[in-house]
């Protein structure tokens, strides 16, 4: 493991927990040579999912362009990046569930903008403007109001 501070190659593990969803564990290190302290994930390699583009192209889903996209919906919001690990590892969980090698890019999508919605409105809304690739700014304001009817009926249900 490479320190991303100075690049160092060696580190000792402070800190190893297993996450929530169980499925990976949680490593806190700290460089021999700069003294940073940096988290690493670790996971077992499973066998590797192709996902089908719309176009009909296959290529092996990438965790790093996945995590890339919410990242990009969450940034500026209050959420650390724990939860966003978590979610990346329950979309993912959820899609193993269905004991296909192959799954389509929408199917992908769906799960994505389902979990960000119970995460965090805004970032729902960000990753779907650009998933769902609106129209026009009345299948955006539908979307909202969906949402706004959604969180109504929340509300309503708590009290």
Known sequence: MHCPFCKYHESK???SRLTE????TRRRRECLSCLKRFTTYEQIEELPFMVIKKDGRRELLDRTKLRNGILKACEKRPIALDKIEQLIDLILQELRSN????IASQLI???VADKLR???SIAYIRFAS????????????RELNIMMKNKNLNLEEGT
């Open 13 to 15: 593990v402070i800190d």
């Open 109 to 111: 999508g769906e799960t």
């Open 99 to 102: 004991n296909e090698n192959e």
């Open 21 to 24: 969803a169980g499925n990976s």
């Open 118 to 120: 119970d995460l965090d």
């Open 130 to 141: 650009v998933y769902r690739q609106f129209a026009d700014i009345e299948s955006f304001i």
